[in-house]
């Protein structure tokens, strides 16, 4: 079945820190992919997305692109904020007579001042 | 435009109880779905449901179930609560079912708590 696999976390970086969070998808047909971020007692928010392989969806100053050759989306940002701890989720959407979303485990960031 | 809400925020019960969790979508959306999301699975896929009618359904028992009503607020149901059924319930609302571009956006989450 469809599958979503992201780095171990958590992951501790300092402030104005490079950030990447590897993810990989398994997934038939062709998915959307997705970065959702769920702050400390929120439910989960969109953060970028791609629809298309070499798609690069942006926000915030986080970007991933869309590597269908290599069936990855991994999350990047230049400098890292204390503001930017959270959870991380990589999500893959699919269709089968309805919808749903396949998550990732998630990954935990921690920017410390 | 109001979020995604849920109702209510927080809920105590003890084994065998039955839970009824509320979710409003954002105005003119009309799928709703449902995750369960625990630290050890994580995040899980419960069901959809998009005009009235259930769309999709996850691997869950038949203990959890959902409907949803013609303004497009929906309600799941938990019945005969087990320990394992305490997590964080959310809710997401899309306007339409698939769909390449199909955003989905989250409320709070009720969270569930079995003693």
């Known amino acids: 079945g469809d599958s979503v696999t992201q780095m171990e976390g958590p992951v501790t970086l300092s402030e104005e820190a490079f950030l990447t969070i590897n993810c990989t998808y398994t997934?038939?047909?062709?998915?959307?992919l997705f970065w959702y971020v769920q702050y400390p007692g929120e439910g989960l928010q969109l953060l970028l997305k791609a629809t298309k392989a070499d798609d690069k969806g942006s926000n915030k100053g986080f970007e991933a692109t869309y590597r269908k050759e290599t069936t990855s989306f991994h999350l990047e940002k230049g400098s890292v904020q204390v503001s930017d701890s959270a959870v991380y989720f990589c999500?893959?959407?699919?269709?089968?007579?309805?919808?749903?979303?396949?998550f990732g485990p998630g990954t935990r960031l921690s920017v410390l001042p | 435009k109001a979020g995604v809400t849920q109702t209510p925020r927080y809920l105590i019960k003890t084994r065998g109880q039955q839970v009824t969790l509320s979710c409003s979508p954002i105005s003119g959306h009309r799928s709703v779905s449902w995750y369960q999301q625990t630290p050890g699975q994580g995040l899980q896929f419960l069901f959809e449901y998009f005009s009235e009618t259930q769309r999709n359904k996850g691997n869950f028992p038949g203990r959890f179930s959902g409907r949803q009503f013609s303004n497009s607020r929906s309600e799941m149901n938990v019945s005969t609560l087990e320990l394992g059924d305490s997590a964080l319930y959310l809710c997401?609302?899309?306007?339409?079912?698939?769909?390449?571009?199909?955003?989905?956006?989250f409320g709070p989450g009720t969270r569930l708590t079995v003693l």
């Open positions: 999500a893959l959407i699919r269709w089968s007579d309805g919808q749903n979303f396949v």
């Open positions: 997401a609302s899309s306007r339409q079912t698939g769909g390449r571009d199909n955003e989905q956006f």
């Open positions: 997934a038939t047909g062709y998915p959307s």
